[in-house]
């Protein structure tokens, strides 16, 4: 299979050019040339595999012939090996818990299967590879889980000093061994500019073999489209006939472009909702059609403080650059904080549930959508476990209320080891020596 570039349709390149390459040098986003409809066969079979085997149906259809089947069901099986459970919350409001996995968000199904993708496509390389990636929270745990002890890998992470929970940040900095973390003094902008010219300066590229793990590397947005028809196959089981209106708590949007590939591939989707916080970059545009990336402002949903959305450039070529066709399919809506803060304790006092500060967008956003389209079903992604957020959760629903999973609370009592630096792109340069 090809991919080309979002800024040159002429360009043409394979695989592994595009998965461990990351980045076009024109600075666009590498795309497939095509993706197939899933043939009836598997239609005929889909409500019954086991998610694994429905993400390795997926993913065949997906690479074509561009991965042995043996090989591709081995990392399909390898990555995919926690659950993504509906919950109902009510008639027409439904969950997709997508925290069951190492690092407790929906992240550790891209870093999995990434991981494992290009461990398999360099297998008989002698460099090293080394990942760069810049966090806004969730990337760089699952990243960092994903490639711990990897051979012949080494991570770099930058995240944003300030800008991610505490816990977020021990998943970054304890692990050690092949993973190291740089604390950048600016924002996660900076953070993913950072990355950005690294890999648009070739000879860098090159000399270290850069690879990219963030939501630009079109192979981390692919295993998100499985939960996609997971989540689709699980309401028709409650509901028998129904379409999702799938709600996405957004920031870079590769969770909302998965969603597109999976349409893509056959999946019937009545409507995706973008949810943001105050930075609504995307939601604004649905709106009147201009777009205008801005800085980002913190908030309580900090994984989704974007301002310049990576993965917008994909969405607009799924959609041809036609912003009526875009605005058929994609709606956007965006909460502050305060109401962040409101929609968890509601949730909880309402509905007996404990949603984290994005999903809690994603709750509003569905409030609203159920409103305006009563005769939805809806599926929130719940994109992170609460208790990544544990201080903005127990300021809500109380100190002590909030459950710790063994995976997370274990790390509070490691030593965070972390290289801080100015938000120059120099010094990343000067850190990869
Ligand atoms: C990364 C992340 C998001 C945003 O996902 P995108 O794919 O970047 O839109 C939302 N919620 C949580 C908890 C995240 O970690």
């Known amino acids: 299979m090809k991919f080309y570039s979002t800024n040159n349709p002429e360009l043409r390149v394979d695989l592994k050019e595009a998965v461990i390459r990351s980045l076009p040098a024109d600075n666009g986003l590498y795309m497939p040339e095509s993706i197939a409809p899933l043939p009836d066969s598997f239609w005929e079979n889909?409500?019954?595999?086991s998610f694994s085997e429905l993400g390795y149906h997926v993913a065949k259809n997906f690479f074509q012939d561009a991965i042995p089947a043996n090989d591709l069901k081995q990392i399909v099986?390898?990555?995919?090996?926690?659950?993504?459970?509906?919950?109902?919350?009510?008639?027409?409001?439904?969950?997709?818990?997508?925290f069951h996995g190492p690092t407790l968000a929906f992240k550790d199904f891209g870093a999995r299967f990434m991981a494992r993708l290009m461990a398999y496509l360099t297998k008989d390389d002698t460099e090293e590879l080394t990942v760069l990636v810049a966090t806004s929270g969730d990337t760089g745990g699952a990243v960092a889980s994903a490639f711990h002890n990897v051979a012949g890998t080494r991570v770099i992470i930058l995240y944003p000093k300030g800008g991610v929970s505490d816990l977020q940040e021990k998943q970054l900095t304890t692990l050690g061994g092949n993973i190291s973390a740089l604390e950048v003094e600016g924002t996660f902008d900076d953070c993913q500019r950072m990355v950005k010219s690294c890999f648009l300066d070739a000879d860098l590229a090159k000399k270290h073999n850069l690879t990219s793990a963030n939501s630009i590397n079109i192979s981390r947005l692919l295993p998100q489209s499985f939960y996609y028809f997971h989540a689709a196959r699980q309401l028709l089981d409650l509901h028998e006939g129904a379409e999702p209106t799938f709600v996405i708590p957004s920031g870079n949007f590769g969770n909302l472009t998965a969603g597109l590939i999976a349409v893509q591939m056959g999946l019937p989707v009545r409507q995706f909702v973008a949810a943001t916080n105050i930075n609504d970059v995307v939601p604004r545009y649905l709106a009147d059609g201009k777009y205008e990336p801005v800085k980002s402002v913190a908030t309580i949903s900090n994984a989704m403080d974007v301002g310049a959305p990576s993965n917008f450039a994909r969405m607009q070529d799924f959609f041809g650059n036609d912003w009526d066709s875009m605005r058929e399919s994609v709606s956007g809506l965006a909460f502050s904080d305060d109401e962040t803060r409101v929609a968890i304790k509601e949730v909880k006092d309402t509905l007996d549930y404990t949603i984290d500060p994005h999903g809690a967008i994603g709750w509003l956003a569905s409030e609203a959508w159920l409103e305006a389209a009563p005769d939805s079903h809806t599926v929130i992604l719940e994109t992170a476990h609460p208790s990544k957020f544990i201080d903005t959760m127990e300021a809500e629903?109380?100190?002590?209320?909030i459950d710790i999973p063994e995976r997370l609370a274990c790390l509070s009592e490691l030593e965070k080891i972390a290289t801080l630096v100015k938000p120059d792109p120099q010094?990343?340069?000067g850190y990869l020596g």
């Open 397 to 401: 629903l109380g100190a002590g209320n």
């Open 427 to 429: 010094e990343v340069i």
């Open 77 to 98: 099986d390898d990555s995919i090996n926690f659950e993504a459970p509906l919950v109902a919350l009510s008639e027409t409001t439904h969950i997709l818990e997508l």
């Open 46 to 49: 889909w409500r019954t595999m």
